[in-house]
């Protein structure tokens, strides 16, 4: 099984502030995700990267694969209260294997007003 | 509206007593999962479906069983749950392996 270790772990910022979390793995991803989960809820897709050094915006979120397709960011700027939330990477095997996504711990993410 | 739905949200049960987590998408996706998500450990597949009767262990597929007869549903089994069951499992499906959307969760509790 491939890791995917993010961090950091926990980030409290205030309302306004620009944010950097990271997902780095020593193994090479054919695709990478990230989804944002709140509490009580499931996980939500924001969005897919698939080539190396890809950079996808949603909004204030910029999302970038790296060149290797080992490692991925999530910039947010100016961030909201509504951002909120644990945010997580998962990667597709670059093996061609069909058993779907291997996921990261996750950032908890908590923006105060 | 798109969705994946799973039955109960919530259960408390005891150790050995069998039972049923239902789930079903009416999205017409091929690929269906199922994790299980723990503090500290994060979220881990337990099995996945990649079409109607064909389903594969994941990560952690120990204690669970699944079966996949109709697109639709994808129910986890667990025969003879334990304590070290309980948790906070997630269905989820795709069109695609890589692309999941996840159900509203099951929280299970096993005394």
């Known amino acids: 099984t491939q890791l995917l270790e993010q961090s950091p772990q926990f980030l409290s910022i205030q309302e306004g502030e620009n944010l950097t979390v ?27 990267v698939v080539t190396g050094g890809e950079v996808k915006k949603l ?52 923006i105060q007003p | 509206e798109a969705q994946v739905t799973q039955n109960p949200r919530y259960l408390i049960t005891v150790t050995g007593k069998k039972l049923t987590v239902t789930c079903s998408q009416n999205m017409n996706h091929e690929y269906m999962s199922w994790y299980r998500q723990d503090p500290g ?18 990560d952690v597929p120990e204690g ?8 639709r549903n994808f129910p986890l089994i667990l025969e003879s749950p334990s304590p070290n069951q309980t948790s906070l499992y997630f269905c989820a499906s795709g069109r695609i392996a890589y692309e999941q959307y996840f159900g509203p969760g099951t929280r299970l509790t096993v005394t």
Request: net charge neutral; with cysteine.
């Open chain 1, 22 to 48: 990271y997902c780095n793995s020593s193994s090479v991803f054919s695709s990478l995700q990230w989804y944002r989960q709140e509490p009580g809820e499931g996980p939500v897709l924001l969005v897919t």
């Open chain 1, 59 to 110: 909004k204030r979120l910029t999302f970038q694969f790296g060149d290797a397709r080992k490692d991925s960011s999530l910039h947010i700027t100016a961030a909201q209260p509504g951002d909120t939330g644990l945010y997580l990477c998962a990667g597709e095997d670059s093996g061609g294997g069909a058993d779907g996504l291997t996921f990261g711990k996750g950032t908890h993410l908590i």
């Open chain 2, 41 to 58: 450990l994060g979220l881990r597949q337990i099995y996945y479906s990649m079409n109607v009767e064909v389903t594969d262990k994941g």
């Open chain 2, 64 to 71: 669970y069983k699944v079966s996949r007869k109709e697109k």
